[in-house]
């Protein structure tokens, strides 16, 4: 199977939403490309002598409604159509949830697993170093992602104060609690997740404590989901890491998995004799056969295109809610809709995480803090007015799928914006 260029599965997400409203030519030209790429190479003498250069990317795409807002990736499979397709459903994303950003996304080809510390923290500053110029309170604003943490977003605020001569919090988001982080932060993802698939249920009129749930990426997201889930009732039958999964009819215990995960180093580990809970019914399986598992509720929560016009249709949940980026594949989509599967999209289901980025950006500026209680209660009506603006415009259009739906809603927003500025003016296209 030829490799799946995740840019070109974001625009045709975007000509998809186009047959729902009108965009002027100009607009259109805006919204096909990035703003500005920033490729830096990031030179490290590793512990064992030798120099080794990694590549790294900060793209911006779009600025219209505010400064660029999006991760930093550290990962091997880090390519420049992924770093475009996710600054791109970021530009959505801000716009989905109203908040007063555009979208960017950077990323590292490398495996920090292989890194120590010490090589970890130098590619982190290395990357602030190349990147420095393309980043700002006021220009494009980072955030942590894919096997990056608020350590790493530390050093990085560190030595973006280290060039700039100048104490700047609100350069980077998701930052440790002493270096002026948010409340709340490390929830939030979930957190967001997890009041858009109530109001969700509310709607399919399903009962929450008879509801199935399997999880695909056990990470912060995932975990503190499946977490939130299990406590309120629903039944987890499967989770999964990178290196395996578990399934369990009678439902899992996310946080003896997540003990397993750190003693044996996998979820897979979980039931194992001798690990931390040592049941019975436990089965091992794949990561793609945890997709296929008769459930309730899917959720995608590790890389994008895992489900593809290979598996959609394998796929036996009701909703699926995309708490990772880009899971779901245009083809897949048309698929699932066919078969009446509600797929709650990216730009709306993981966009917790990024609102409560926006918080913690307008606490650094403000230099006051909030409880996580304030952060939390400003975050839950943001997400069900934003789910519910979103699934009543998909209702009133027969045949629109909510990934539309949400596309129309944000496009909405950032056409205004660039049209209000006047295209000419700002952008050389």
């Given at each position: 199977m030829s490799k799946i260029d995740v840019f070109s599965n974001a625009m045709q997400q975007l000509e998809h939403a186009y047959k729902y409203l009108e965009v002027s030519n100009d607009a259109k030209a805006v919204l096909a490309q990035p703003k500005r790429i920033t490729e830096t190479s990031i030179p490290i003498r590793m512990g064992n002598g030798s120099l080794k250069v990694f590549t790294g990317y900060r793209v911006l795409y779009n600025d219209a409604r505010g400064p660029g807002k999006g991760g930093i990736r550290f990962h091997p499979g880090v390519n420049l159509s992924e770093v475009k397709a996710l600054a791109f459903w970021m530009t959505i994303k801000t716009a989905v949830m109203g908040i007063p950003f555009g979208g960017g996304k950077g990323g590292v080809i490398v495996n920090p697993k292989e890194l120590s510390k010490h090589e970890l923290e130098h590619v982190s500053r290395g990357f602030i170093r190349g990147v420095a110029d393309a980043i700002g309170p006021d220009v494009d604003v980072p955030a942590p992602d894919v096997y990056t943490n608020p350590m790493i977003m530390g050093w990085?605020?560190?030595?973006?104060?280290?060039?700039?001569?100048?104490?700047?919090?609100a350069v980077i988001t998701g930052k440790p609690l002493p270096m002026g982080g948010s409340e709340g932060r490390g929830e939030a993802t979930a957190k967001g997740a997890y009041h858009v698939l109530m109001e969700a249920i509310k709607a399919l009129e399903m009962d929450a404590k008879k509801s199935t749930v399997a999880i695909q990426g056990f990470g912060n997201a995932g975990y503190n989901l499946a977490k939130?889930?299990?406590?309120?009732?629903?039944?987890?039958?499967?989770?999964?890491d990178s290196k395996g999964a578990v399934c369990k009819m009678d439902g899992l215990d996310p946080e003896h998995a997540m003990r397993a995960k750190k003693e044996k180093g996998s979820v897979n580990d979980i039931y194992e004799k001798g690990s931390v809970a040592d049941?019975?019914?436990?089965?091992?399986?794949?990561?793609?056969?945890?997709?296929?598992?008769?459930?309730?509720?899917?959720?995608?929560?590790?890389?994008e295109n895992v489900i593809t016009k290979e598996n959609a249709a394998k796929?036996?949940?009701?909703?699926?809610?995309?708490?990772?980026?880009?899971?779901?594949?245009?083809?897949?989509?048309?698929i699932l809709y066919d078969k009446g599967i509600l797929v709650i999209p990216d730009v709306l289901a993981n966009a917790g995480g990024v609102t409560v980025s926006y918080f913690e950006w307008v606490q650094n500026r403000q230099g006051y803090y909030w409880t996580e209680d304030e952060v939390f209660d400003k975050l839950k009506p943001i997400m069900v007015r934003e789910f519910k603006n979103i699934y009543s415009?998909?209702?009133?259009?027969?045949?629109?799928m909510m990934r539309d739906a949400a596309f129309v809603h944000a496009i909405k927003r950032i056409v205004a914006a660039i049209e209000a500025k006047g295209t000419e003016a700002d952008y050389k296209v």
């Open positions: 990085m605020a560190d030595e973006y104060a280290t060039i700039t001569r100048k104490y700047q919090p939130m889930l299990h406590e309120e009732g629903f039944t987890v039958i499967g989770l999964s049941e019975k019914g436990c089965k091992h399986i794949t990561n793609e056969e945890l997709i296929e598992l008769d459930v309730d509720i899917l959720v995608p929560a590790a890389l796929v036996k949940a009701k909703i699926v809610l995309e708490v990772a980026n880009g899971p779901t594949t245009p083809e897949a989509d048309k415009l998909m209702q009133e259009n027969d045949g629109m």
